[in-house]
């Protein structure tokens, strides 16, 4: 079973920073691509950032050249560098993995339990 931890989240003004951790366990944490997704209330968790396990990224629109989302060098955790953030930024985010299962293209995914961001105006 493959656990996530997030760590990292809090309460910043406008403009300020946070960086959120997320450590897995096993080899399918680093031979898989780990993404960070954030969910409001009454709305879809949506994608925020991924990255392989070769290290290619890709982010959404609203965040793009604000957070930067990295990999330790074993693999082992993901983080989620988070700069000049924004009251609208404010969620839970979650840390995803999402694991190949088939040939066919199947896939799984484990969640971590989520770290809440709070960004005040």
């Known amino acids: 079973q493959v656990k996530l931890v997030e760590s990292g989240g809090g309460f910043v003004q406008a403009g300020g920073s946070l960086r959120l951790s997320c450590v897995g366990s096993g080899r399918r944490f680093r031979s898989n691509t780990v993404g960070w997704y954030r969910q409001t209330p009454g709305k879809q968790r949506e994608l925020v950032a991924a990255i392989t396990s070769g290290g290619s990224t890709n982010y959404a629109e609203s965040v793009k050249g604000r957070f930067t989302i990295s990999r330790d060098n074993d693999g082992s955790a993901v983080y989620l560098q988070m700069n000049s953030l924004k009251p609208e930024d404010t969620a839970v985010y979650y840390c995803?993995?999402?694991?190949?299962?088939?040939?066919?293209?199947?896939?799984?995914?484990?969640w971590g339990q989520g770290t809440q961001v709070s960004v005040s105006s």
């Open positions: 995803n993995l999402r694991v190949a299962v088939n040939v066919e293209g199947a896939t799984f995914d484990h």
